[in-house]
């Protein structure tokens, strides 16, 4: 049994820590002693790898970047990642990466950027002199499947604890809502959804990054990709949790959120 | 100026100071910003009336990383030959600090009589700065990502720089780090004096481009950059295989310098500052003896010893400037001079509210070295989560390091001290509210 994680653009897009979220897997991997390999999917991979990937992980980008990258993702690169996706691979793409994968991003300046339309939402920026939505982000996870599969790994609701900072907001049309916010702006500070859920890929705006504090939804994605690949049911060795235990009890008390800390959470 | 300009000036000023001495004497602080602040609302001309009476001109320190280490040399390096210096030796780099600075050394009509003043200034206050003040020279350091919660792209903050400086006259020297693309873009389009350094010392290149890297990317056209090779970052020898940007040419050769301090970051600092000081007129040998006698920053590699144990503290505020102080606690580590690292994070506004930017960081080289690592900090788990994730074992007794999580500072820095023995230094790599707390509890003052 192996592993292998596509990086989208590793150079350019991974402004905020997303790196992150590829550590933990690659480490939740190794410790349970799954053999994992990272491949870097950049402007140089063929299609064909791009096929090849297990689990597949894209970070936010800043304006310029993301435009190489969306000049880039086009043709049979495009095809591959959409039928991947919609074919169930598992992914988690973060803030510049969920823009990617719906219909367009406008940008403060320039040009609409027209994205793979995979995720049937849209993203804009209001102008260069609106304000950021920036702060730390805490929601529940409500798509289904995935709160129902994420409440048997942890046990409790899955509450999602990271960082935000975004300029364009996203609205969404028919695709679900990965969450609904409990702390900070979500989509687009309007409507309370967070993010949005689409077969297995989780899209979300929140940086932190997301899995090392919220190892459940990394232990999902890693269970989920083997069990797509291998077509068994996997069940993964627990691992010992409690430094994110820590920071999210930390992190939750010190947003006057105490009412949130989990039975988890205090082990 | 004015009769009218100088009694308000006056007025301003005499505030400015009570204000200061109710502040030291209440030991709210130091007085840094406070007095800039109010002075600045009795009379909104002020800073640009203090900026005029500077005699021989204003020199402004800016960059992402470096700036109080490279304004504190230049400095020294100035009052060495006896000029008087202006200065914001705290640190504060927004406007208030700045002209907090001014007005520490005015006399109570507001009369300056500095040869010089050196201020750093906050990258993203530089164009507001430059409304006020026509600075003599602008001594450019590096562009890293830095808080971007609070800050724009490095792209757009370049663009700003840009756009500010063109309104400066052309007798305006600039001094620019060439090994930076963005900065040697920005340098090579000002219709200003603009003078370069940089390394050319291939033996410091690294072997990989660290993660952490923003401008990759030619600033010209977007092609990727051609590197030769990487001092630090995305600092090197480059050009771009497209359009033909490339570096441009140094004024100094680096291998001739001496450095401050440790770290290839500090050779940049010391070639920076020297190059101005060079261009100022101060002979080579003058400024070669101040680098060798240079004396720390606070919390810039700054060195205390406190009951017998030797401590070195390096601040740590963004990712490449925690990278390179791995880099440098690593070299240390292996000399067998160091075991004991002491890391504190926190989130307050002067150190972003965002902590991601700890993943961007090369903790897993730290990790590798081994010996004990203590965590403490507003965000203490956050930190420890980062080290357990840089190792390769999730069980502590299969882990080449120690990890000690306290989240209490005053005694995560008992812990470190006692568990470091007196042939070592104990590293202390705090982001930049840490370091002042860490400082306060060290030497038992505050300094902001």
């Known amino acids: 049994m192996e592993l292998s994680i596509g990086w989208l653009y590793p150079n350019l897009m991974s402004t905020y820590g997303d790196r992150g979220n590829v550590i933990c897997l690659q480490r939740r991997c190794e410790w349970r002693d799954i053999p994992v390999v990272v491949i870097p999917l950049d402007r140089t991979t063929e299609a064909e790898k791009i096929a090849l990937v297990d689990l597949i992980v894209g970070g936010g980008a800043q304006d310029r970047q993301q435009e190489i990258v969306m000049r880039d993702l086009q043709g049979a690169k495009a095809e591959t990642l959409r039928e991947k996706l919609q074919q169930g691979t598992p992914g988690v793409f973060t803030c510049g990466s969920p823009q990617l994968l719906g219909h367009y991003y406008e940008p403060a300046l320039g040009q609409r950027i027209e994205g793979l339309g995979l995720l049937d939402l849209v993203s804009k920026h209001p102008g260069i002199n609106a304000a950021r939505c920036i702060g730390n982000l805490v929601f529940e996870i409500t798509a289904e499947p995935l709160a129902t599969e994420l409440k048997a790994l942890w046990g409790d609701t899955p509450i999602a604890i990271g960082f935000e900072n975004h300029g364009g907001r996203t609205y969404l049309d028919t695709v679900q809502p990965l969450g609904k916010v409990i702390q900070g702006y979500g989509n687009n500070g309007e409507d309370g959804t967070e993010g949005a859920f689409f077969h297995n890929a989780i899209a979300t705006y929140s940086h932190g990054p997301l899995l090392p504090k919220n190892p459940f939804i990394a232990d999902w994605l890693i269970k989920t990709a083997l069990q797509n690949k291998y077509q068994t049911s996997i069940q993964l060795s627990k691992l010992e949790n409690s430094l994110a235990y820590a920071a999210r009890k930390a992190m939750l008390q010190n947003l006057g959120l105490r009412n949130l800390v989990t039975t988890r959470d205090e082990q | ?448």
């Open chain 2, 1 to 448: 100026m004015k009769i009218s300009d100088r009694v308000r000036l006056s007025i301003a000023v005499g505030i400015a100071k009570i204000v200061t001495n109710i502040v030291r004497s209440l030991k709210l602080g130091a007085a840094s910003v406070l007095p800039g602040s109010i002075s600045r609302r009795l009379h909104p001309r002020l800073l640009s009336l203090l900026f005029e009476q500077i005699k021989q001109g204003v020199i402004l320190v800016v960059g992402t990383n470096g700036k109080t280490t490279t304004s504190l040399l230049l400095k020294t390096i100035l009052e060495n030959q006896g000029y008087k210096v202006t200065h914001n030796a705290s640190g504060a780099n927004l406007i208030n600090g700045l002209t907090a600075a001014l007005l520490a050394d005015a006399d109570i009509t507001g009369k300056l009589d500095s040869d010089y003043a050196i201020l750093e200034v906050d990258e993203n206050v530089l164009p507001l700065v430059l409304k006020d003040c026509q600075p003599k020279y602008i001594l450019g350091l590096n562009l890293f990502r830095d808080q971007l919660d609070r800050y724009g792209e490095v792209d757009t903050i370049a663009q700003r720089w840009g756009n500010a400086i063109a309104t400066l006259p052309e007798s305006t020297t600039i001094v620019l780090n060439a090994d930076d693309p963005t900065l040697a873009y920005l340098g090579q389009n000002l219709k200003q004096r603009v003078i370069f350094f940089g390394l050319n010392e291939p033996e410091l290149y690294l072997e990989a481009i660290p993660h952490a890297v923003d401008s990759i990317y030619c600033p010209s056209c977007g092609h990727l950059l051609d590197y030769q090779g990487v001092y630090l970052s995305h600092l090197g020898d480059y050009k771009c295989p497209s359009c033909g940007f490339a570096k441009s040419e140094t004024a100094i050769n680096s291998q001739e310098w001496s450095q401050i301090l440790i770290g290839v970051y500090n050779k940049y600092n010391t070639i920076a500052a020297g190059l101005l000081a060079l261009e100022i007129g101060i002979e080579k040998e003058l400024i070669f003896d101040a680098i060798k006698n240079f004396k720390a920053a606070f919390g810039r590699a700054e060195e205390l010893t406190i009951d017998n144990k030797h401590i070195r503290i390096l601040l740590s505020k963004n990712p490449v400037g925690m990278n390179e102080t791995i880099r440098a606690v690593k070299d240390i580590q292996q000399q067998g001079k160091a075991s004991v690292t002491l890391l504190v994070l926190n989130d307050r506004i002067p150190d972003g509210t965002d902590v991601s930017w700890i993943w961007d960081t090369d903790t897993e080289q730290l990790v590798q070295q081994g010996g004990t690592l203590i965590v403490s900090g507003d965000r203490t788990y956050d930190m420890a989560l980062r080290l357990q994730y840089s190792g390769e074992e999730l069980e502590e007794s299969a882990r080449p390091f120690q990890l000690i999580i306290e989240e209490d500072l005053s005694s995560a820095i008992n812990k470190a001290l006692s568990l470091t023995s007196v042939e070592e230094t104990l590293h202390i790599l705090p982001t930049y509210s840490a370091m002042l707390e860490v400082r306060e509890i060290l030497v038992g003052r505050k300094i902001l």
